[in-house]
């Protein structure tokens, strides 16, 4: 029961995560900023000067911030993806230890 009532903590960690997500990803100032400023035109920048780059060195640092760029985008849209399976997921945990503690 104690590893259900981790799991039920869990979950509403990572909802109330998925929930800051998605307000961010509809605040047309983060959208201003980040989506369409960081994520696009910098990201484009990068890029751009990654192309033009002769050092080695640079182009791997480059590459490195291209894809730190990507991975945190990709973050916050999984974070905004997950929330209906983490609302399903909540809610047979709370059955479940509903069950359980009538069965006690």
């Known amino acids: ?3 259900l009532v981790e799991h ?5 960690i990572d909802l109330k995560k998925a929930m800051v997500a998605e307000r961010l ?8 900023i980040f989506v369409e400023g960081y994520c696009k035109d910098h990201l484009i920048e990068l890029v751009d000067k990654r192309a033009k780059t ?3 060195a640079e182009s791997f640092n480059l590459g490195k911030r291209i894809d730190s760029v990507a991975f945190f985008r990709q973050y916050l849209q999984q974070l905004k993806s997950a929330k209906e399976n983490i609302l399903t997921d909540l809610r047979q945990a709370n059955e479940s230890l509903t069950q359980s503690n009538r069965e006690q």
């Open 25 to 32: 990803l509809c605040n047309s100032d983060f959208i201003s």
């Open 8 to 12: 039920i903590q869990r979950l509403e």
């Open 54 to 56: 002769l050092s080695e």
């Open 1 to 3: 029961m104690d590893n």
